[in-house]
């Protein structure tokens, strides 16, 4: 059975940084995607940034310049460094991990940005 489980949410000031980790396991390929999602309360989820095994990375156009994310490729797990945080950014930041049509999640992890 796969499972996804995240690390580093918390609450930290506006200008603030957060690093979240995520660990698959149960899984005996590498995925070729690796990434991460969040969703703010009342909206939908949302991309912040995936990463492929080969390290192209795509990041939500809103977002670039102030997250980063990282893996590597070898393995089945993947950070993300978030810098300059604002409140907007507050949300739960799940995991994701793709295997052809198949979609794997983590739990969550909440992130909250205090002004």
Known sequence: QVQLVESGGGLVQAGGSLRLSCAASGFLA???NMGWYR???GKQRELVAVVTSDG???YADSLKGRFT?????TKNAVNLQMNS???EDTAVYYCNAKWGASDYWGQGTQGTVSS
């Not at 994310?69 to 490729?73: A, K, Q, V, Y």
């Open 69 to 73: 994310i990282f893996r590597d490729g």
């Open 39 to 41: 969703q703010a309360p």
């Open 30 to 32: 590498v995925f070729p």
């Open 56 to 58: 192209i990375k795509n």
């Open 85 to 87: 945080l604002k409140p």
